[in-house]
């Protein structure tokens, strides 16, 4: 696809819709140079990693498990106020000084409780992620919105949560870039993906060594 088809898709599709106004102009060339050049469906922050694409969101694994559930939606809010999450109340309750972790994040009149996700090696912060954005989701298809949380740029040096429609996370994904740069929902298999790529390495290099022995 040239660059002239990109644009007319991108902005056919909106995704330009929660871009800082200031900056649309560069949120869009340098989304367009990212694909055709670098292979890879990234947006640009400004100087200061300002986010000033409004889809977009720098994401911690470790730090969301750690009490960063509020500050990562305090990142998402303006966007999800844009497309019209109405908020009547957010707060958090976070303590890991008892013997047992206290973790909750309310929003509305519901609650997700992160202390009680099963505390699994390895798999503890991709289980967090998927119990967070299901969270989400859900307050977004109660409230009858059409963006859902999606994760991109795994192979980027971070993991970055996105706020698409399915219609624009399939436009991403039929782009044929890196791999890795696939707009996913977290589910099972992609919290279990991780440890069977891990096994699949090990069986390799285990059934190469018998391989050589005989």
Not at 32 to 46: G, R, S, T, V, W
Not at 185 to 196: C, E, G, K, L, Q
Request: net charge positive; with cysteine; glycine share 4%.
């Amino acid at each position: 696809m040239d660059r002239q088809s990109l644009r007319n898709e991108i902005e056919r599709l909106d995704f330009l819709k929660y871009a800082d106004p200031g900056n649309i102009t560069k949120v869009r060339e340098t989304l367009l140079d990212n694909i055709i050049k670098k292979n890879a469906f990234f947006f640009p922050h400004d100087k200061n990693y300002k986010n000033i694409n409004g889809r977009f969101f720098g994401f911690g694994a470790e730090e969301l498990t750690e009490g960063g559930a509020l500050d990562l939606f305090n990142d998402l809010r303006p966007s999800l106020e844009k497309a019209g999450l109405k908020i009547s109340e957010v707060s958090q309750e976070f303590n890991d000084t008892t013997l047992r972790t206290v973790y909750k994040f309310r929003l509305n009149d519901k609650v997700c409780d992160f202390a009680a996700t099963p505390r699994i090696p390895i798999l503890f912060w991709a289980l967090i992620a998927r119990k967070y954005t299901k969270f989400l989701n859900r307050a977004l298809s109660r409230q009858k919105i059409k963006e859902r949380i999606y994760f991109v740029n795994d192979s980027c040096s971070d993991t970055e949560m996105a706020l698409l429609t399915r219609q624009q996370a399939k436009f991403i994904n039929s782009l044929g870039l890196n791999p890795n740069d696939q707009a996913y929902r977290m589910s099972y298999w992609t919290v279990m993906r991780p440890a069977f790529q891990i096994i699949g390495i090990l069986f390799k290099a285990l059934f190469k060594k018998k391989a050589k022995t005989y």
